[in-house]
């Protein structure tokens, strides 16, 4: 998960009830295997005083900047947005590099072809 990431800004206020997936996200971060995927992402703990919900704050490699209410969603749905969204980064940027079109753009009378290989579907069959 860190590896997409340079910086993660964890923010809550340590009496605050809502601040279980901030500890489950922190303790996702301090992972030995995230850490060795990146070890240059800093991860930031900012214990607050005030009544401001839970915050996690994550800076992509590309330096797009997310803002997550800890108190509303999940470590593990957090988590899940970071891969995908870092996944859809890798991919753009191997397409960048083989000097290919990003994002990817299929003329609509290939989307409406027939696979190879894969037998039409009669009229019966598709009720």
């Excluded at 607050?48 to 509303?72: C, H, K, L, M, S």
């Amino acid at each position: 998960m860190l590896k997409f990431l340079s910086k993660v800004r964890i923010e809550f206020n340590t009496l605050d009830p809502r601040l279980a997936s901030c500890v489950e996200f922190l303790a996702q971060c301090n992972a030995r295997k995230a850490k060795e995927s990146n070890p240059n992402c800093q991860v930031l703990v900012k214990r607050r005083t005030d009544e401001q919900p839970p915050q996690i704050t994550v800076t992509f490699v590309n330096g797009v900047e997310e803002a997550f209410d800890a108190a509303a969603t999940s470590a593990q749905s957090i988590r899940k947005m970071i891969l995908d969204k870092g996944n859809y980064l890798e991919t753009e940027q191997m397409f960048r590099e083989a000097g290919d079109q990003w994002p990817v753009l299929i003329p609509d009378e290939e989307i409406l072809q027939e696979a190879p290989g894969v037998k039409p579907r009669k009229a019966e069959d598709k009720k």
